[in-house]
Structures are given as C-alpha cells and as structure tokens.
C-alpha cells in the first residue's frame, strides 16, 4: 500500500496526464508534483484537479540536490515517477548543456536522495523512470525497437535520456534499489506545448501560418494517444518486477509529411475551410541535423505480460487531439504568449 507518490515533471505534457490519473484513480494516495515550471510547465494543465485532497504541487529544480535532499525529508515519499526533463530534440540541438542538467544529474540527484532515504527498505520503495525509444537510435525501412535493442542515441537528447537510463540501472545494479524503466514512443494529445510537431502544426493551420515540414517529410514516428502512455506508466508501475523495462508503443507509424496531411484534412473540416486549403500552408524547409529516419516500437512484451493495448486508433486519437486545441484557445494563447515567439523565430528564420 503506497501513502504517498513524488511525480517529477508533472506540470508538463505527459506529467500531467500522469498526476490527473493517478490523483483520481487512487484518491487514498497523497499525490505530490514537484515540477520547476520551464516553458514546457503550465500549471493549468493541471486546474481540473488542483483542489482535490490527496494532490500537493511544489515548485523546484531537480538540479538542486540540497533541495532535493530536504524535499525527501520533508515528504517523504513511498514511490517516485520521473518525468522531469528537458524533452525537445530541437532545443538540445542548440543548448546540449541543459540536458545534461536536468537529465542527468537531476535524475541522479533524485536517485542519491531515494538511496539515502529507503536506505534498510528498497523492497519496500520503487523509482519509476519514463524515457524515450529515442535511446535505441534510428531504424531503416524496416524492424522494430525491442527491449533488448542496444542503445545508440544521436541526438543530444537522446543522449542525455540514455545516460539517466543507465545511471537509473547502475542503482538497481549496485545499490539494489527497486527501478523500473520504460521507453515509449512519440506522444500526442492534449496539453501538448506546440514546439514539437503536432501541436505546432495544429496551431500554424489554425493561424494561417506556413507549416514547417523538416528535409522531404519521409521521416517515420510512432505515435502514441498521451492517455495511453499515462495508463501504461499505471501498469508497469504497479505490476512490473524490479528491475525491468518496458517498451510502449502504439504500433502506428506515420512518415511525417502523411501525417500532416491528414492533420490538414482534419482542420479542413473543422474549420469550414474548401478541401486542400490547409495543406497550402505546408512549407518544406532546412532538415533537423542528425535527423533520425524511423522509430517504431515494438511493445509485445507490455501487451502479453501485463496486458495492455492501445485504446484508441490514430484517426480518432488526432480528431479528439484537434478539437481540444480548438476548444482551448485560453490555453494555446497563454503558451504561445511571451517567450514563444522569441523561440519560434530562432528556431524556423534560417530554414
Ligand atoms: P515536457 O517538456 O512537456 O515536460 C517536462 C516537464 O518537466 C515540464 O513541466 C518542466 O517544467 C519540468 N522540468 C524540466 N526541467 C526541470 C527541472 N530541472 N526540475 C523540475 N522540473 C523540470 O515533456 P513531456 O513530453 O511531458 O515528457 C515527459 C517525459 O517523458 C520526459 O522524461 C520525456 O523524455 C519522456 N518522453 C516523452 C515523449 C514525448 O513524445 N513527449 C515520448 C517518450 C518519453
Ligand atoms: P518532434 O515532435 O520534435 O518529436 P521527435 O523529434 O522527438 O520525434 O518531431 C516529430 C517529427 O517531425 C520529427 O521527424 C521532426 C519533424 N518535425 C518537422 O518536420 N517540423 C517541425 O516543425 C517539427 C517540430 C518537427
């Protein structure tokens, strides 16, 4: 029985589809959401439930170690689910030394606070890390991720997400703490922050904007509805043994300049525009650096041990994902207000 669950990132997009579960489905579990609030935090991805009683936000930096130490002594928390990162391919490119920050040494300053504190009652104690399929590298035309994949990231992200994974195991290896590791694939939904792909071009279609499409649009992601990965990141922590990895996917791949099209299709529709007229908006420009090909998972292992499957399929999954947007204008409008726009023109005026 667990009193009490630290979720590191919660106010972030995956974070906080992670804290709304788990504060509704296990209301005698004190939920606490430790989150610094970059860019990438909102807190009013979280209004729907910031008054319920068993949740707690707290604002701080996992770089931190003192604060992190104090924060364990304070709190004291049963189980820890790390989703704190800096998580854009893109802004690793330009800033790697961030990643190394938040990714690594403040996933190991969580990890030396957890030593510390379950020190005699690891069995007791267990440190779930959320990461990326980004680790495993890039594939060619065919194959598929598994859990035995060895690691080869490329991007600066990746990484940085590579080594916590491997800091996360050498715990579990050398001090016998109890981890568990999953690696999931691309991630859609609602409250995503529109710097990366499909929020971003939901909110250009939207303001008539051109539509940035990286190198031909051949590359292929895996996408995956945010629900599902949260509802996963459910399973695995309550079932899996210490120890293991999951890999989570939803075996949907998408090259991305098809995705895009049926995103235009999508907001054709809804927004009463003539067919075609949002794919007019699709701008091909500079290719990422280092831009991987392919990623797809390969979740059998999550889906036959533990018996998950996606819930929704991608056409569905998009259309819920559009009309959220269109319904949360006061969202887009606050995320996009202010340093946005600075990011926006570094990013996209050279390409
Ligand atoms: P996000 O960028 O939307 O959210 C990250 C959150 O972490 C933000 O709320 C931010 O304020 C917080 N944060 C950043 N630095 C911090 C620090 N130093 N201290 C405390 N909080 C800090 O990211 P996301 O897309 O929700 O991803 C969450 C996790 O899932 C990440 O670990 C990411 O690597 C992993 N992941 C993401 C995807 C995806 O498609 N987005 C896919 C697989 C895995
Ligand atoms: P992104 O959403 O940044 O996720 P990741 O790089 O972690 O997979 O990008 C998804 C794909 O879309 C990736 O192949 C890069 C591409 N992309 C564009 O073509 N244009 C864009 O403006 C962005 C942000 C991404």
Redesign the pocket.
């Known amino acids: 029985m667990l009193n009490k669950i630290l979720i ?9 589809h992670v804290v709304r579960r788990f504060v509704k489905t296990y209301p005698d579990c004190q939920i606490v959401n ?9 807190l009013l991805n979280l209004k729907d439930i910031q008054d319920a009683p068993n949740y707690k936000f707290i604002k ?4 931190d170690a003192e604060f992190i130490n104090e924060l364990f002594l304070v709190e004291n928390p049963d189980a820890v689910i ?7 391919v893109d802004r690793s490119i330009s800033n790697p030394m961030e990643f190394v ?3 690594v040494i ?1 996933t190991v300053n969580l990890l030396n606070a957890v030593r510390k504190s379950w020190e005699g009652n690891y069995d007791k104690h267990r440190f779930y890390h ?5 680790v495993y590298g890039a594939l060619g035309e065919t194959g598929m991720f598994t859990e035995e994949t060895s690691y080869d990231p490329h991007s600066p ?1 990746s990484a940085s ?1 590579a080594s916590s994974d491997h800091f996360v195991r050498a715990y579990h290896d050398t001090y016998g703490l109890d981890i568990v590791i999953s ?6 939904g609602s409250h ?2 529109p710097e ?1 792909l499909i929020p971003l071009a939901i909110n250009n279609i939207k303001t008539n904007k051109p539509v940035p499409v990286y190198g031909k649009g051949e590359n292929v992601r895996d996408w ?1 509805w ?1 629900e599902d ?1 949260a509802r996963a990141i459910d399973t695995i922590f309550h079932n899996a043994k210490s120890g293991d990895t999951y890999n ?1 996917g939803g075996h949907n791949e998408w090259k991305n300049i098809d995705l895009i099209h049926l995103l235009c299709d999508i907001m054709d529709r809804k927004l009463n525009r003539s067919s075609g007229e949002s794919a007019k908006l699709i701008s091909y420009v500079t290719d990422r650096a280092g831009h991987d090909l392919r990623y797809a998972i390969d979740s059998t292992k999550l889906q036959t041990e533990l018996g998950w499957v996606p819930s929704l399929q991608f056409e569905e999954g998009l259309e819920k994902t559009v009309d959220w947007y269109l319904e949360n204008e006061l969202w887009l409008d606050s995320v996009t207000s202010g340093n946005y726009q600075e990011y926006y023109k570094n990013q996209y005026s050279n390409k």
């Open positions: 590191t990132g919660g106010a972030g997009f995956i974070g906080s430790l989150d610094k609030l970059t860019y990438a935090g909102n701080g930096d996992i770089t790390h989703l704190a990162a800096e998580s854009h920050m938040t990714n403040g959320v990461s990326t399929d980004e992200y997400k690696n999931c694939s691309n991630n859609y995503h922050f990366k995956l945010v990965h989570i």
